[in-house]
């Protein structure tokens, strides 16, 4: 089925993290995990 982008709609493979046309990231803000470092 593949993964529309949210920028331009572009049709792009489920693997794909960026967007083939646009290069926009198409994992939502809560699929990428945020690592946070403290000193």
Do not use: H, R, W
């Amino acid at each position: 089925m593949g993964k529309e982008c949210p920028k331009c709609q572009f049709n792009n493979p489920d693997d794909t993290v960026y967007c083939g046309k646009c290069a926009a990231p198409l994992k939502s803000p809560e699929e990428i995990s945020v690592t946070k470092t403290l000193i």
